[in-house]
């Protein structure tokens, strides 16, 4: 145990949280704690909005280069991490406009195409994929793009009500807007599939277009953005304005060629872009969590409240009921930052067919875990800091509502997981070999067998799912599909919690001073020790934990929480967090308040 080492230097975490990136990070870090993006007071919601696309060109005058930025993920990446904790509808838009909207201009031939409009934010960009009746099942979206030959164009059309394009950012606030538009390719009355076109939304002014429609949607509780329905009514579009590419590529003359024979993977190669959107959602919720956990913990070192004795006053942060919960979420905190480093890593070295699929599975296991484990860590800051928490000006309570759109956005979080539960239970997934020293050999301290520990409840979660997938007796399909879906999902969940798990281990391993090495250990400790309680009847009764160490779990636990608490504070700075942000937070203002 480390009971008794020294605080790690701060800057040793930062450096391991950063090291690969410290030039894009920094400033970005810089810059989004600048008092143009401080909270404003009293704005309705349609000024909110107006802000956002303000500060919008504000971001976009301070990039060196955007086009390079869009290029990179994981620039692209650390981008969202900074711009969340400031902006939560700054983040959704600029991850429309640079992401889905650039992104994928630059990934199809453009040719002649002139991006610089959109590169010096003359005209925002959108992006329209899902349907009111179309949201996850994309791929049926029913927006058809007819090649008209007497013209030489493209009749761009909404065919019902349930085709309108649901929730894009496309009414007239914010200037002059171009969108990508998926919709059906059909020529000859043939469907050749799914492709994104260029099609502009509004004049020079603003004003919508002839035959766009845009109907403002109800005010959501996310983060605030211009959300629309829209249709798109006899719109006419020149040949070039689809996105070509080997996948689908239509000649001046009307031929259309593809190398793919598939119209579902001309559609997925169409919106390539949704991978990376992943990877940006993912980060807004960490720039965030790790925002809401460092007002959280200094709150509670400033905030005094009773003690155990007559007159005795202590910080809130002293009390074990209140403590516990946060250095949990800074163990959580930790493994959720090492794990999207490692999977933009993968992501971005991703060669071949066969590593980008696994490296899109990866991408989509991450976010889901990391979104729905930022709600987890910022509900509890919230709660820790009581009614202070629920002021917007004090940088949770928003950021929190906002993390419910990250959960849906890019593919909600359950459909995207239960296709990779899918993929893994038919090859995409091979389980971890059974540790050769017996469970009761092992120490519960030990970070190597709490990995074992996770890659055990892998193993039976696949080999469960597995038999029931195949048992033919269960019925249809579907009906073995849904017997055997929770397992695969829990499956899913055991495999995050192990990589996360992994990942900070191996920052402990880089680490470069026995301080921060121990202390990042422990973080490991406590994260794996955590979900290894919560499933321990399950490794118990496959025998991969003994009677004695169930018994022992409690102690456990909480002597690694013990170890860590004098760490907190040394936790939180190693986030690096916006300290001129944080410090302009009304809660944070005075620095002792009875509570």
Not at 113 to 137: I, K, Q, S, W
Not at 187 to 213: C, N, Q, S, W, Y
Request: hydrophobic residues 40%; proline residues 5%; charged residues 25%.
């Amino acid at each position: 145990m480390t009971s008794t080492t020294p605080p790690a230097p701060s800057s040793t975490l930062r450096e391991l949280l950063f090291a690969t990136r410290r030039p894009v990070h920094e400033p970005l870090r810089d810059f989004f704690g600048s008092a143009v993006f401080d909270y404003q007071e009293g704005l309705t919601h349609d000024e909110r909005i107006a802000l956002s696309y303000q500060r919008l060109r504000v971001v976009n005058a301070g990039l060196p280069d955007p086009e390079a930025l869009v290029r990179d993920a994981e620039a692209l990446s650390a981008l969202h991490e900074w711009a969340g904790v400031v902006d939560a509808g700054l983040a959704t838009i600029l991850s429309i406009h640079y992401n889905l909207f650039l992104g994928s201009l630059l990934d199809h031939d453009h040719g002649e195409r002139d991006l610089g409009p959109y590169l010096r934010m003359e005209r925002v960009g959108t992006f329209l994929c899902t349907e009111r009746a179309h949201g996850n099942d994309a791929a049926q979206l029913r927006t058809t793009a007819t090649l008209d030959r007497a013209t030489g164009t493209l009749l761009l059309e909404t065919p019902d009500p349930g085709a309108r394009k649901w929730m894009p950012n496309t009414s007239t606030t914010g200037g002059p807007k171009d969108a990508l538009v998926a919709a059906r390719l059909v020529i000859d009355g043939k469907d050749e599939g799914v492709f994104l076109f260029l099609t502009p939304l509004t004049d020079a002014h603003g004003r919508h277009l002839p035959g766009v429609e845009a109907e403002a949607l109800p005010q959501t509780a996310s983060s605030p953005v211009d959300h629309c329905a829209t249709t798109f009514r006899g719109v006419r579009l020149p040949l070039t304005a689809m996105l070509q590419g080997d996948h689908g590529r239509l000649t001046p003359d009307g031929a259309f060629t593809s190398s793919l024979g598939s119209p579902r993977k001309r559609f997925l190669r169409s919106i390539g872009r949704v991978t990376s959107g992943k990877l940006c959602m993912s980060a807004y919720s960490l720039g965030t969590m790790r925002h809401a956990l460092a007002v959280a913990v200094r709150h509670s070192h400033q905030r005094v409240t009773s003690g155990m004795t007559s007159g005795q006053r202590v910080p809130l942060f002293a009390h074990r009921t209140h403590h516990t919960p946060l250095v949990e979420a800074l163990a959580t905190t930790y493994a959720a930052n090492f794990l999207q480093r490692e999977v933009t890593d993968r992501w971005s070295r991703a060669e071949g067919d066969e590593e980008r699929e696994d490296a899109e599975r990866l991408v989509a296991i991450a976010k889901g875990w990391i979104t729905w484990q930022a709600r987890l860590v910022m509900t509890e800051c919230r709660e820790r800091c009581g009614a202070q928490g629920l002021l917007l000006a004090n940088g949770i309570a928003g950021q929190l509502a906002a993390n419910e759109g990250t959960i849906t956005a890019e593919g909600d979080n359950t459909v995207i997981w239960v296709k990779a539960a899918g993929e893994m239970l038919l090859g995409g997934f091979a389980p971890e070999p059974v540790a050769e020293v017996p469970p009761g050999e092992r120490s519960l301290l030990d970070p190597h067998h709490l990995l074992d520990l996770l890659a055990d409840l892998e193993r039976t979660r696949h080999q469960r799912a597995r038999t029931r997938l195949r048992d033919r007796r269960a019925g249809s399909p579907l009906d073995r599909w849904n017997g055997a879906s929770g397992h695969a999902l829990s499956l899913v969940e055991a495999h995050a919690h192990r990589l996360a798990a992994r990942a900070v281990l191996s920052a402990a391993e880089r680490a470069g001073d026995d301080q921060t090495r121990a202390l990042l250990t422990d973080l490991q400790r406590l994260f794996a020790l955590r979900y290894v309680a919560a499933h321990s009847g399950e490794l118990l009764a496959h025998e991969r934990l003994t009677a004695d160490q169930v018994r022992q779990l409690p102690e456990t636990v909480e002597s690694v929480v013990g170890a860590l608490l004098p760490h907190a504070l040394t936790l939180t700075d190693g986030f690096h967090t916006l300290g001129e942000l944080t410090d302009r937070h009304p809660m944070l203002h005075t620095e002792t308040v009875p509570a």
